[in-house]
């Protein structure tokens, strides 16, 4: 279902956290409202109020393995919702939704036309037993804007290296993709030197740096898990 991007539907940042910064100020006006997750990543509330957007906090169900309660997100959802951010994999809980729960909240999405802020940078922090699939990939209608970057995968986060890619098939962000491109225009975006290095950091980092990663981690978390 992922349509066919190109470079024109990527916009670089300084770090993931530029890639929010810049996606919350192009989609929302002064005045309306976004939804975040409850608990989450505190920095969405930070740079949505610091442009006098409201944020309104829908609720994940620890006994349902950290899902969305969608009716009370539902309900949040009002004329003035410019959009919803939804970080999958989870951001403090670790947690990763299922196939079956990410076609249920893009149908929440879509009836009411509101476009999504995936915040994706621990995708490729999963645990065993889980399987991760973006919002992009599932999505038919619902506009995304896919937020990621260098720092996480690849333990580099002095880099600052991020990226916005624009998931539009319909056109209904024609907008707010180029609002995206006039604001990443007018700051600072990532070193150049590291945006010349991403090709091979991309291509040629070998599967055995990840698998390393991955087992390091996995295993730190059962031992963090077995000391509470």
Same mark, same amino acid.
């Given at each position: 279902?992922?349509?066919?991007?190109? $470079?024109?539907?990527?916009?670089?940042?300084?770090?993931?956290?530029?890639?929010?910064?810049?996606?919350?100020?192009?989609?929302?006006?002064?005045?309306?409202?976004?939804?975040?997750?409850?608990?989450?990543?505190?920095?969405?509330?930070?740079?949505?109020?610091?442009?006098?957007?409201?944020?309104? *906090?829908?609720?994940?169900?620890?006994?349902?393995?950290?899902?969305?309660?969608?009716?009370?997100?539902?309900?949040?959802?009002?004329?003035?919702?410019? $959009?919803? %951010? =939804?970080?999958?994999?989870?951001?403090?809980?670790?947690?990763?939704?299922?196939?079956?729960? %990410?076609?249920?909240?893009?149908?929440?999405?879509?009836?009411?036309?509101?476009? %999504? =802020? $995936?915040?994706?940078?621990?995708?490729?922090?999963?645990?065993?037993?889980?399987?991760?699939? *973006?919002?992009?990939?599932?999505?038919?209608?619902?506009?995304?804007? *896919?937020?990621?970057?260098?720092?996480?995968?690849?333990?580099?986060?002095?880099?600052?290296?991020?990226?916005?890619?624009?998931?539009?098939?319909?056109?209904?962000?024609?907008?707010?993709?180029?609002?995206?491109?006039?604001?990443?225009?007018? %700051?600072?975006?990532?070193?150049?030197?590291?945006?010349?290095?991403?090709?091979?950091?991309?291509?040629?980092?070998?599967?055995?740096?990840?698998?390393?990663?991955?087992?390091?981690?996995? *295993?730190? $978390?059962?031992?963090?898990?077995?000391?509470?």
């Amino acid at each position: 279902l992922i349509k066919e991007i190109s $470079a024109k539907d990527v916009i670089l940042c300084s770090g993931c956290s530029c890639s929010l910064d810049l996606c919350i100020a192009a989609i929302a006006n002064e005045g309306q409202n976004i939804l975040i997750p409850k608990p989450g990543f505190s920095i969405y509330r930070t740079l949505a109020e610091g442009f006098g957007i409201e944020c309104r *906090s829908y609720n994940l169900i620890p006994e349902l393995g950290w899902e969305i309660d969608l009716d009370q997100m539902e309900e949040l959802i009002d004329e003035k919702t410019a $959009a919803i %951010i =939804i970080t999958n994999p989870s951001n403090p809980n670790g947690s990763v939704f299922s196939k079956k729960h %990410i076609l249920d909240i893009l149908a929440v999405a879509e009836r009411h036309f509101v476009p %999504i =802020i $995936a915040d994706e940078i621990y995708e490729h922090f999963v645990f065993p037993g889980n399987e991760y699939h *973006s919002m992009s990939s599932l999505s038919k209608n619902v506009p995304i804007l *896919s937020c990621g970057g260098t720092t996480k995968r690849f333990l580099v986060p002095g880099w600052r290296l991020g990226w916005i890619i624009v998931h539009d098939r319909h056109g209904a962000l024609a907008e707010v993709k180029q609002g995206l491109f006039n604001l990443s225009a007018r %700051i600072l975006g990532p070193n150049s030197l590291v945006q010349g290095a991403l090709p091979s950091i991309l291509k040629d980092t070998p599967q055995k740096f990840y698998a390393e990663l991955m087992e390091t981690l996995h *295993s730190h $978390a059962i031992i963090a898990y077995e000391m509470l």
